[in-house]
Every structure is written in structure tokens, then in C-alpha cells.
């Protein structure tokens, strides 16, 4: 996993100058917030939060297929909650089924690979929904947590 910087400079693909604006000015499809950090040399980019639109929703990437695949989790992931508390036990369950820290458990921040793990463990999870308790249980039950 590649460290997050939430106003990157520096590219984490290339290397290159990093430009914050809006999604516009670099000729992109305006979503969000409206604003991205850019970079100017291979066109990795990632866009911005819309309570805080200098800080960015993860890590930059210029793949199609990481962006698709952030999108399908997301959409997979939402299958499954209600509430925040719930998105939160999402969230932690995950990141044990991945091996990893819950606090590392974002989508933005992950690439292909872990997108690709992500995704099928929660489409493993079928009808499981985390704002009913029973939903954990079947998880302990299966030895997943």
C-alpha cells in the first residue's frame, strides 16, 4: 500500500510537479468537489473531498481499472450498511479479512490488487448487512472474525 498524502506535491506514479485546481482546468470530468491535485507530467490524478476540497479522497492513480474498481467497491461496500456505526464495523471486519489495519482501509488509498481483494470478499459476504447483529455472528460462525 502506498502512503497517503492528503496534498500531495509529488507524484506517487511518476514522480512529477503535482498541481491542485479544478477538475476542469485539466480538462476532466467535474465530480465531487469539483477540485483534484493533478499531476503535470503522466496525468495521475485524484479528486478532493467536498467538506474539505483541499484534502484528497486518496491516492492519485492514472489506471482506468483502479478507478473502476474504487467505484465497484464503494457500490459493493454500500450493499452492506445503513449506518455509520455499521460502516465503521464494515470497516474493521475488512480490513482483518484483508490483513491489514482498519485505519489503512480505504478504498482511495488502495491499489488494483488490494481493490480486486476487497471486492471479493465483501461480494463473498452476499446478503450480510451490518446494521443487523446477526450479520457478525454469521461471520464468527464462519470463522471470518
Known sequence: MKEFDPMPTECPECGGK??????EDFGLRVYGS????????????IG?????????????TKSRNTK????????EEERHYDSSRAHNILRIVLAKQM?????NCHFGQMDADELTEALGIMKEW???HFDRDEALQKLKREGKI
Do not use: F, W
Not at 503535482?18 to 477538475?23: A, D, E, F, P, T
Not at 469539483?34 to 490524478?45: R, S
Not at 478532493?48 to 492519485?60: D, F, S, V
Not at 490483513?99 to 485505519?103: A, L, S
Open 18 to 23: 503535482v498541481s491542485y485546481g479544478r477538475l
Open 34 to 45: 469539483g477540485y483534484c491535485y493533478y499531476c503535470l507530467n503522466c496525468g495521475a490524478y
Open 48 to 60: 478532493t473531498h467536498r467538506k474539505q476540497p483541499e484534502i484528497a479522497l486518496g491516492i492519485m
Open 68 to 75: 473502476k474498481l474504487r467505484i465497484k467497491c464503494h457500490e
Open 99 to 103: 490483513g491489514i489495519k482498519p485505519e
Open 126 to 128: 452476499k446478503d450480510i
